[in-house]
Structure formats: C-alpha cells, structure tokens
C-alpha cells in the first residue's frame, strides 16, 4: 500500500500540470453540482417554514355546543397526520380579522352580529404536510355533522408539492450530469497514464506482478484527484455562500455531514473512473 501511494504521488510530479487541470476541472464540476445543492438546500428551508402554515380549517355551524367540540378535537387529534388542533371561537374569529384587516375596520364597527362561524384550524406533522394526506384529513373532518365546511388551500398546496418534486429532479439530472462529466475526465486522464506508462507495465506483468499490484497506484491516484477536487469545490461552494449571504439573502449552508460529501463524492467519482479506465485499458498494454 505504501509503494503504490508513492507511485500515485509521483503521477502527480510527473505530470504537474494535467494533474492540475484535472483537479482543477473535477472541482468546478462538482462545484456546479455544490452550487445547485446550495439552492436546493435553502429552496427546501423556505418551504419547509412555508409548510409550517400549511393547515386545515373546519368551520362549525353555528349553536354547537363547546362539549361536543371539546370530544370531537380529542377524536382529530388522534388522527395520525394531526400535530395539533386549535378550537377558534366566533368571538375569536371576529377579533383576529379586525387585528388583521384593518382596511375594513369600518365594515366591522358596522356590524349588528358576528357573521364569522368558529372553527378548528389543524396542522399536521411533518411529512404529512402535502396535498394528498391533506385531502384526506379535510375529507375526514367533513364526515363531523357539525362541520359546515373545510378550507385548506388545495390549489396552493398542489403548487407546493410540485415546487418540492421539480426542485429534487433538477438536483438528480444536473447532479447526475456533471458527475458523469466528472468520470469522463478522470478516467481521460487516468488513460493518458496507463498508455504513459505501458511498457513498464508490461515489464510488471513479466516479473509477476498481478493486475490487482498494478491496478492500485492508479486507483489511489483517481481517488486523491477526486477528494482534492470535491474539497475544492466545497472551498469555492462556501465562498459563494458568503457572497451570496452577504449580497443577497440570508443563506444557510451545509452542516459538517453535508460538507464531508462534497469530499466522499469526489473520492468515489476519481475510484469510479480510475477503476473503469484501467480495467478497460489494462488489455491494451498485455506483453505479447
């Protein structure tokens, strides 16, 4: 293992500047891919506290006694998809619209009764929170008999769904893109070395050297091309970050796991394409 670490690090001083541009070009490759997963990561944040308010309101018909409401919100509770359950009275009601329409405070002091009906607002657990479990919790509210109607944004809710689903299919197809993009340059330049290297090669194979001996420095050499590369981009990643927090918004980067990916990723890319050119170029340099 020692020996063949050493013939990885001498590829490198043999040929500085390929190995430079390969690094150089494995980084920016998965640097896009970092870029994306940047977004992706603060796009699904935003969601995640727009899903928050993601809730389903059953208004009550009027003259419902509280001690049928108190039993029912015990039953909703119960419901796997619940988190909670918030029972708003009619004065409740009211007084929240003043506090939040002040434009029609006007409209309010004109009124002889309260039109608003009281009701139970329900939010549902993490992972429940899309459009599917939330048709089936409104569906199973409107079996109370004392439920009027059930509100909960389907329209909107779809909309959120959807942005979630587009947002994972980018990341896979663009991810997937450059990581392939990423082994093509690799394995090219992993190629150009067995071909660099073919003769003494081939005086290995007749002293006895197994396939296994010889494959390993060019194993190493991928694997270290690609770590050096991922921490790169997770260098230049980070300092897009900070531009992008400072100028723009306010962004979250990736914890120290998500970090150590960009790392283990371009570690498994350069083994990946090393492992894929040599097995497939090894044949080519056989003594005859």
Same mark, same amino acid.
């Given at each position: 293992?020692?020996?063949?670490? *050493? $013939?990885?690090? *001498? ?17 920016? =490759? ?12 603060? !796009?699904?944040? =935003? ?19 509280? $001690? #049928? %409401?108190? %039993?029912?919100?015990? /039953? ?5 998809? #619940?988190? /909670? ?29 309260n039109p608003l009906p009281a ?15 939330? *048709?089936? %919790? ?10 009027? /109607? #059930? ?5 909107? %809710? ?5 942005? *979630?689903? !587009?947002?994972? @299919? ?10 392939? =993009?990423?082994?093509?340059? @690799?394995?090219?330049? @992993? ?15 007749l002293v006895g050297a197994t ?46 796991? $998500? ?30």
């Open positions: 293992m020692r020996l063949a670490f *050493r $013939e990885a690090l *001498r590829s490198f001083r043999r040929a500085p500047l390929l190995s430079a541009l390969s690094v150089t070009t494995i980084a920016f =490759a998965i640097f896009v891919v970092g870029l994306f997963g940047l977004v992706a990561l603060n !796009l699904n944040r =935003a969601l995640r506290e727009v899903e928050k308010r993601v809730e389903v309101v059953a208004y009550l018909m009027r003259g419902t006694p509280v $001690e #049928v %409401v108190t %039993v029912a919100i015990g /039953d909703v509770e119960r419901f796997p998809e #619940v988190a /909670d359950v918030t029972y708003v009275t009619e004065d409740q009601a009211l007084a929240r619209a003043q506090k939040e329409l002040v434009e029609l405070q006007g409209v309010f002091d004109d009124l002889v009764s009701s139970l607002e329900v939010r549902l657990k993490p992972g429940f929170r899309d459009s599917d479990h939330l *048709r089936d %919790v409104a569906e199973r509210l409107r079996g109370f008999r004392f439920v009027e /109607d #059930v509100r909960y944004g389907r329209d909107w %809710v779809i909309k959120l769904d959807r942005i *979630r689903d !587009l947002t994972a @299919i980018g990341m896979l197809v663009i991810g997937g893109a450059f990581a392939a =993009a990423s082994v093509v340059i @690799i394995g090219t330049t @992993i190629r150009m070395a067995v071909f660099q290297r073919s003769r003494e090669i081939a005086i290995m194979r396939d296994g001996f010889i494959r390993l420095p060019f194993l190493l050499e991928g694997s270290l091309k690609g770590a050096l590369g991922g921490t790169f981009a997770l260098g230049l990643t980070y300092v897009a970050y900070v531009a992008f927090d400072r100028m723009l918004l306010r962004a979250q980067f990736f914890n120290p796991a $998500e970090a150590v990916v960009f790392v283990v990723f371009g570690f498994a890319l350069g083994f990946s394409a090393s492992l894929a050119a040599v097995s497939r170029h090894l044949k080519s340099v056989r003594p005859a």
